[in-house]
């Protein structure tokens, strides 16, 4: 395997790794920060804010309250590395892909493998920021994008978090209500999973790593059973035109909008792992707990979604409920037994909402800085109550809001990423001294940010006359297919190194 380049700490004196110790949890800003932002941050940093009095959340010893301020050193006691590979494990796709595009399962799965290769590096090699720093993904963007125009980003992963949570909830729901014989709604099935993700998620940073570690096991093992019991009616595939370039680009776009707009948490959930942990264990890790369930679970919904208009009893399934109905229509042979599985399967969707939920309310944190000691748990609520209407409005629109969904996705995911390594390998020497983690929310520290926000700029609005959407299509992608994603990389690994030089030259700071 390739040697994955890790963070150099070596230059950190002992001053310098003191000073992510001894930053407290809410630092206050420079005396020279505009008397608006000073105002803004003191009122959630040197009083407790409303919603921590209002709620009594803060008594109880579970609800996990932690916010974005830096992990102080004392706190990052994580060293149990090889959970990082079962806590990505557990974020699947499982999906008919062949209905949706029209390819064979060959070509589908030579795309899967292929896109999930190239696009999971990023959101794995961003995980070993965590450790080093004791930052949050959204807050490490800041050291690229400013402080105020890092909310841009910070406004594209919100975004982009609802959007699958929204999916793995209609998901959910169909998945219970497919089992229930008409007894339950889709609406139910959908309340009942966002509010077990929920409780899932109050639980914080220890409790979700330890309910990852499990929750994928249900899953394997309810698709291993339904592997032999449909094993058979895979060898009956539909035939399908051959595939063209658009329709393989288009694709591509998709499979990549999924893998790689994990990048915008990364940092999250390694946040509490400690400075010296193991960069290349942690990046294996949590490659490859991406990288297989992923392509396998992928895969295997290319190969059900090619033969599903040769079974009647999955064709039906899959008219009535969708994703949930063709699974249970595969259960179905073994009775109760494929019901109980289906629970299990459809309740395992919790591991990606509550994770997400996670980064969700640090999002709202760093959206609101005046909330930032109100309880992380009220902006769960808050995610909560939007992803539940939402999902109950969209479920009978899912497959075409979802290709939708995740090929514009994977456009500004293609751009931040590009972005943020740039800055790491070009601007910042590939070490973690060159961060002042000090800085986090001193907006007078950080950089202007304008090189990164026209840089994502221009990279969305290149990836614009390729884009090859539902209710757009540009000129070039007419011709050649989706190429959004990749002009997007393009154009801000061309645009930001001249733009970022130049900032720098301009402010005389980092």
């Known amino acids: 395997m390739p040697d994955i380049p890790s963070l150099d700490v070596s230059g950190i004196d002992s001053e310098k790794s003191a000073q992510v110790d001894t930053v407290t949890e809410h630092t206050t800003p420079a005396q020279n920060d505009t008397k608006y932002i000073h105002r803004l941050l003191n009122w959630g940093v040197e009083t407790r804010g409303w919603f921590y009095h209002v709620s009594d959340l803060h008594a109880v010893p579970n609800v996990f309250l932690q916010g974005i301020a830096p992990v102080p050193l004392k706190e990052k006691t994580d060293v149990a590395f090889s959970r990082m590979f079962t806590f990505w494990f557990t974020i699947f796709d499982w999906l008919t892909w062949p209905l949706v595009y029209g390819l064979s399962t060959r070509d589908s799965c030579l795309v899967i493998l292929f896109i999930n290769m190239l696009c999971t590096i990023p959101p794995a090699y961003f995980v070993i920021f965590g450790p080093k720093l004791g930052l949050r993904q959204m807050v490490l963007t800041r050291y690229s994008f ?6 841009f980003p910070v406004l594209y992963n919100l975004a982009s978090m609802m959007g699958f949570n929204i999916i793995n909830s209609i998901l959910g729901g169909q998945t219970l209500a497919s089992i229930a014989n008409g007894n339950m709604s889709w609406t139910v099935g959908i309340v009942i999973v966002a509010a ?69 948490l990364s940092a999250d959930f390694s946040c509490y792992m400690p400075p010296d942990a193991p960069s290349k264990r942690l990046f294996w890790y949590t490659y490859f707990g991406l990288f297989i369930p992923t392509v396998l679970l992928q895969c295997l919904g290319a190969a059900v979604g090619a033969c599903v208009p040769n079974v009647p009893a999955w064709q039906a399934g899959y008219e009535s409920g969708s994703t949930g109905g063709l699974l249970a229509a595969m259960l179905s042979p073994v009775g109760g037994f494929g019901k109980f599985l289906m629970v299990l399967l459809a309740l395992s969707v919790t591991g990606n909402i509550a994770a997400t939920f996670y980064s969700v309310s640090l999002n709202f944190q760093i959206i609101f800085p005046f909330l930032i000691r109100a309880p992380r748990c009220i902006f769960s609520i808050v995610g909560t109550v939007i992803v539940i209407p939402l999902s109950i409005a969209g479920a009978h629109r899912f497959f075409g809001t ?78 050649t297919g989706d190429l959004g994603f990749e002009l997007a990389c393009l154009a801000a690994l061309v645009v930001y190194p001249p733009l970022r030089w130049l900032e720098i030259r301009i402010s005389n700071r980092i």
């Open 146 to 151: 400013g402080y105020v125009l890092g909310l």
């Open 402 to 479: 979802l290709s939708n969904f995740l090929g514009i996705i994977g456009y500004w995911s293609s751009a931040y990423s590009t972005i943020l390594a740039l800055e790491h390998f070009l601007f910042r020497h590939g070490s973690a001294a060159e961060y002042d983690v000090s800085a986090w929310n001193r907006p007078r520290s950080l950089p202007y940010g304008i090189a990164a926000f026209l840089s994502l700029a221009i990279g969305f609005g290149i990836a614009v006359p390729a884009m090859d959407q539902v209710w757009y299509v540009g000129p070039i992608a007419r011709k």
């Open 196 to 264: 077990v993700s929920l409780v899932i998620s109050f639980m914080g940073y220890t409790v979700l790593h330890w309910y990852e570690r499990f929750a994928w096991i249900p899953v394997l093992i309810t698709f291993i059973i339904a592997i032999g019991l449909g094993g058979h009616h895979l060898t009956n595939p539909v035939v399908f035109q051959p595939a063209t370039a658009p329709v393989v680009l288009s694709f591509a776009s998709a499979i990549a909008g999924f893998v790689l707009t994990y990048v915008g």
